[in-house]
């Protein structure tokens, strides 16, 4: 099973030196990026919209970093849909690829209504259930301010650092700062919401 990520990008034309595109691209290209998170390809298409194949059981990690990166620049925020599923045409462009991920990908873009994250599978009781969660954590990721993402952003590309780490690394001042930001963001929340995601996507893999 794998997961590909179908998004664009929401007020991309505020940003008119796309300082976000050059971030977005620095981030799918680093290579401790791309060996945690198994990303298999990635493209950005029409400007500001994007779709991604990486491994199933980060995939939830994953968009929480882009949402970071994204929000990162203010005034600017990320619609994704997540499609879990197989892989039945492999192709040079990921855009180019299919298979019932790719299919569910789509598929759930297209439906997210006023949502910035959703996830479609095989499973409708699955994604009934991620999804109520997903909707949930949405009202608070929704509304990360620069500051508090760019926290966010340091601490998912470096799963392993410290708060004082975190800390030295963006030059703050102090380490409860880093605290504060991680609890504003609901930062342990997402982390178990994404091992929930995992444990569950696990057995639905297994079952299939």
Request: net charge positive; charged share 25%; proline share 1%.
């Amino acid at each position: 099973m794998i997961a590909v990520i179908t998004g664009d990008i929401i007020n991309s034309r505020v940003d008119k030196n796309n300082n976000w595109l050059t971030e977005f691209k620095e981030m799918l290209n680093n290579k401790q990026i791309v060996k945690y998170f198994k990303i298999n390809g990635w493209d950005i298409y029409r400007g500001d919209s994007f779709q991604i194949e990486a491994g199933y059981a980060q995939i939830l990690e994953l968009c929480f970093l882009i949402k970071a990166v994204i929000k990162h620049h203010k005034a600017l925020d990320v619609r994704m849909a997540v499609g879990l599923g197989n892989k039945t045409f492999n192709a040079k462009k990921v855009t180019q690829s299919n298979g019932t991920a790719y299919v569910n990908s789509g598929e759930c873009f297209e439906k997210l209504s006023g949502y910035t994250l959703g996830i479609k599978s095989t499973d409708e009781i699955f994604d009934k259930d991620l999804n109520l969660m997903l909707r949930l954590a949405s009202k608070t990721i929704d509304f990360w301010k620069p500051s508090t993402a760019k926290v966010i952003k340091t601490a998912l590309e470096n799963p392993n650092w410290k708060q004082y780490e975190i800390q030295e690394h963006l030059n703050m001042k102090s380490q409860s700062s880093i605290s504060e930001a991680l609890k504003r963001a609901a930062y342990d929340e997402l982390m178990q919401l994404s091992k929930n995601y995992k444990d569950k996507a696990t057995k639905l893999c297994q079952a299939h």
